[in-house]
């Protein structure tokens, strides 16, 4: 649960800050549950609209506040008896049940209006309370039973779509059956319990209040043209049926013609920055570029902070690489946003890559978040070419990807495509002569093994220390491993005992090949 272990973090660190050292201060620079806490909120509010505005047409239609207490009543039952099924299921209190609990609010209804119509009906021919609904309930057990079956049927064939999708749409369908299964057996127990107890013989349409009349006014010739139109149809019921016939024919053709999708972009907050710097480019230029990027984001309405983390790619599953950088583009808050002109997420990352076109050094790529949190590092979507064979020619590799990126662009629905794959990043070369080896009786094995300590790290032991365990790693200093000439400075013993520098067994030669290799 984000919400709840979000809660606890800061919880936590409000304690732990109470030791910090005086001048010693922490910040949550980067919160991933504001999201989700706004989204949740602003289901809330849906809900009470959509509850709302359910009883309002309810009222209008009726007329009659004894009647639109019943259903009125039906909403907080049924929703109450959601959260059980949703418990006995497993489900949580997350975006897409409560979308499903939303929608459900003008379902759950539908069969208490029709018990309260009925029973009005019934109690407008002279009986009473009592017997007005049982007589009613005999003609609408059946329909009310059938109503529910088709409704669920329509909603829980989405819980068995397999995969991901399936995932996301099982909680969002069996919640929505649930709730109309509840909405059933309420109808068929709560209901003309409540209407026998609540209804009273209605008054004449044109004893109500102003506002029904003026209501009526309006509505009952809307009735009786649509019962007429109706009378008309059923008269040319063949006509109608190929009507209809055409009509679900378009619909799945258009449906077949529209672009497909996952999830739609959502803002979340915050936007992604990656930064590619030319290959073989220093950790230093990185650091540069991305302090400069940081400081065109912030200029930008909208944006609140920046973090920066150099020599990370979000493109190649946030591989390290020198040339590389991340940023992630903290947004205001939603509703501070909300009320300003042009600061929607769409807004500010055009602005930002337009303002990231200038960078002197490398190229800049705004991407939206992914979005579910933990699936992919970025929204859009992803393919892999895939070099068979056993082969390893990167230059035909490297030679098809563009190709394919050139065709990719061509296609009016995809609005950018970008590769991170490079050929030809600048390498050196170290060559081991192994018969020179051979004669200054260095083993090749320590030539490479002493490679691996001084331009590595090699774990040497462990230790305790102010009641923790450390971890001792041997490496070369920095300053001994600032260019390529200085590994052949390093220094290798042979069996004598004496120590070799690496130039009388090796020599360093220049090459080009891929930054990082992919496998798939």
């Known amino acids: 649960n984000a919400l709840d272990v ?58 009659n506040l004894r009647a639109t207490l019943i259903p009125a009543l039906v909403i907080p039952v049924t929703i109450l008896g959601s959260f059980l099924a949703m418990a006995a299921l497993g489900f949580t209190i997350n975006l897409s049940t409560l979308f499903g609990i939303v929608l459900a609010i003008g379902i759950v209804v539908d069969d208490a209006i029709v018990v309260v119509e009925s029973v009005t009906k019934e109690i407008e021919g002279g009986l009473p309370g009592r017997e007005a609904a049982i007589k009613a309930m005999a003609g609408l057990f059946g329909p009310i039973i059938g109503i529910t079956l088709v409704l669920m049927s329509v909603f829980l064939p989405a819980a068995f779509v397999p995969g991901l999708t399936g995932q996301m749409f099982a909680q969002f369908a069996l919640v929505i059956a649930s709730t109309a299964l509840i909405s059933a057996m309420n109808a068929l127990s709560l209901s003309p319990v409540q209407a026998a107890s609540f209804l009273r013989p209605p008054k004449p349409p044109e004893k109500r209040n102003i506002l029904a009349r003026m209501f009526n006014r309006v509505y009952d010739p809307t009735e009786r043209g649509y019962a007429a139109l109706v009378g008309r149809m059923v008269k040319h019921a063949g006509v109608f049926v190929v009507l209809g016939l055409l009509v679900a024919g378009g619909a799945l053709y258009g449906l077949g013609r529209l672009p497909t999708g996952f999830l739609p972009i959502d803002d979340q907050g915050y936007v992604l920055v990656a930064l590619d710097l ?66 929607d997420l769409r807004t500010i990352a055009l602005a930002l890559q337009a303002a990231l076109e200038t960078l002197p050094d490398g190229r800049a790529i705004v991407l939206p978040p992914p979005p579910i949190q933990g699936i992919g590092n970025a929204g859009g979507f992803q393919m892999q070419l ?10 035909k590799l490297g030679h098809y990807t563009q190709e394919l990126i050139r065709e990719a662009g061509r296609d009016p629905r995809i609005g950018r495509v970008v590769t991170t794959f490079r050929e030809s990043a600048p390498q050196v070369v170290l060559n081991v002569d192994r018969d020179r080896a051979e004669q200054l009786r260095v083993s090749v094995g320590d030539v490479f093994a002493a490679l691996t300590d ?43 005992g004496q120590m070799v520098p690496l130039n009388a067994v090796a020599n360093l030669s220049q090459a080009v090949a891929p930054p990082l290799v992919t496998l798939y």
């Open 454 to 496: 001084y331009m590595g790290s090699t774990y040497v032991n462990q230790f305790n220390r102010f009641g923790r365990s450390l971890q001792v790693y041997a490496q070369a200093d920095s300053r001994f491993r600032q260019s390529p000439d200085d590994i052949l400075n390093l220094t290798v013993r042979s069996a004598d």
């Open 278 to 343: 030319p290959e073989g480019a220093a950790m230093g230029r990185s650091i540069a570029t991305a302090e400069q990027a940081t400081q065109a984001a912030l200029r930008i309405p909208g944006v609140e902070r920046v973090i920066a983390i150099s020599g990370m790619s979000f493109l190649d599953n946030s591989a390290d690489l020198s040339n590389a950088a991340a940023l992630w583009v903290v947004l205001k808050p939603f509703d501070v946003r909300t009320r300003a002109h042009g600061q």
């Open 386 to 395: 895939e070099l068979l064979g056993g082969s390893f020619d990167y230059a």
């Open 6 to 63: 979000g809660q606890r973090i800061e919880q936590r660190m409000a304690e732990l800050a109470r030791r910090f050292p005086e001048g010693m201060r922490y910040t949550i620079p980067y919160d991933t549950t504001l999201f989700v806490r706004a989204s949740i909120n602003e289901v809330y509010t849906t809900l009470y609209q959509a509850g709302l505005l359910v009883l309002v047409v309810i009222l209008a239609f009726l007329q």
